[in-house]
C-alpha cells in the first residue's frame, strides 16, 4: 500500500468517511466523455489498472447479489479502521508469538504488505456483492462426479509422499512460479491479499497483460491464427483475442493442468470494456463441463491505478523452498535410528 493510499485513509477516518463506492462505478463519468483510442482507432485499454476491493468473489450464503447503503458504509469504515488500528505503534515490551508449526500471514505481514482494496466493487450504479454473477447464488458451482473422482485420485496419489519430499509437492507460488490465487488468470481474479495489479500495452496484433504478482505476463494474440495443439499447456493457455465492437474479447484454451480452476476442457471467454477514464469493466465465463455443473462468471471493474508497479522478485519462496526442505531432511536424519 502507498504512503499516499495510508495518509488519505487515516485523513479520512478522522473526519469521518462518507461511503466511496460511488467513486468505482464502471458508467461513463461525464457527459460526452469518449473512449480513448490507439492509432489503428481501437479502444485503448494501456495503462496501470488494479481489480481489488473489499467485494468478494464469492457471494456469502444468504447474502442478495447487491449490498445495501448500509453495508457499503459498514465495509468501507471497517476497512479505514483497520488500517487506522494497524498504523498505531506496536508495544515494544509485547511477548513472542506461541509456537506453533506454521505462521500465518498476520504473524509475518503488516498494512504495509497488505493491500485488501478500500471499495465495494460497483458496476452499472450496483454495489455488488460478488464478482461472481451466475450462477445466480454468486458462487463457483458444484463439481461434477467426474471432478469429484479426479480430485480424489490426485488426493491419494499425493497421499503416498510427504508434504516436503519434493519441491514439486509444495505450491506453485511457494516455487515462485506463478502466483497464488488466480490473479493472472484466466479468469483474471484479484488474491485478497495484495499486489492485484496490471499493466496492459496494446499493438494492433497482440496485447501484453503483466500482473505484478510473480510478474506473470499473458501474450494475447489478436485474430484467427492456428491454436496450439491440445498436449501444449502453457501457465495461462492460449489466449486469442477479436474485437467486436469496442469490446475486446479473449477466449483461452490450452490452461496449464496445475493452475487454479482448470481442466483439459476449460474455456474461459473475457470481455474488456473501456467504460470511463478510470475503469476498465472485465467480464468472464468458464465452460468446463468436465468439472462443473454448469458455467460460471461474473464481472470485476479494473480501476485506474497512479502508482507503478514494482518487482516482484519473489525471494521470499525462492530463499524459503530450500530452507524447508533441508529442514525436512534434517528432522528425518534426527529421527533415523541411533540418534536418539
Known sequence: MSVRTTMVLLCAAAAGLASTASAQDTGPTAPGWEVPRTPDGRPDLQGNWTNQ????????????????????RELEQGYVERIVEGAQPSDPNRPPPPPQSSIPAADSYNNVFFETGSRVAVVHGEPRASLITFPADGRIPALTPEA?????????????????????????????????????GPPMLPNGGYNSNYTIVQTPDHVMIMTEMVFDTRIIRIGDGPQLPADIRPWFGDSWGRWEGDVLVVETTNIHPLQPYSSPDMKVTERFSRMSEDAILYEFR???????????????????????????????????????????RYEERAAAPGND
Open 53 to 72: 476491493s473489499l467485494t468478494p468473489i464469492q457471494r456469502r450464503p444468504g447474502q442478495g447479489p447487491v449490498f445495501t447503503a448500509q453495508q457499503v
Open 148 to 184: 469429484e473422482r479426479r480430485r480424489q485420485q490426485e488426493r491419494a496419489a499425493r497421499s503416498a509422499f510427504g508434504q516436503y519430499d519434493d519441491p514439486e509437492l509444495r505450491p506453485l507460488a511457494e516455487r515462485c512460479l506463478t502466483s497464488y490465487g488466480s490473479p493472472a
Open 286 to 328: 468458464v465452460d468446463d463441463p468436465s468439472t462443473y455443473v454448469e458455467p460460471w462468471g461474473g464481472q470485476i471493474p479494473m480501476m485506474a491505478m497512479d502508482d507503478q508497479l514494482y518487482e516482484y522478485a519473489c525471494h521470499e519462496g525462492n530463499y524459503a523452498l530450500s530452507g524447508v526442505l533441508s529442514g525436512a
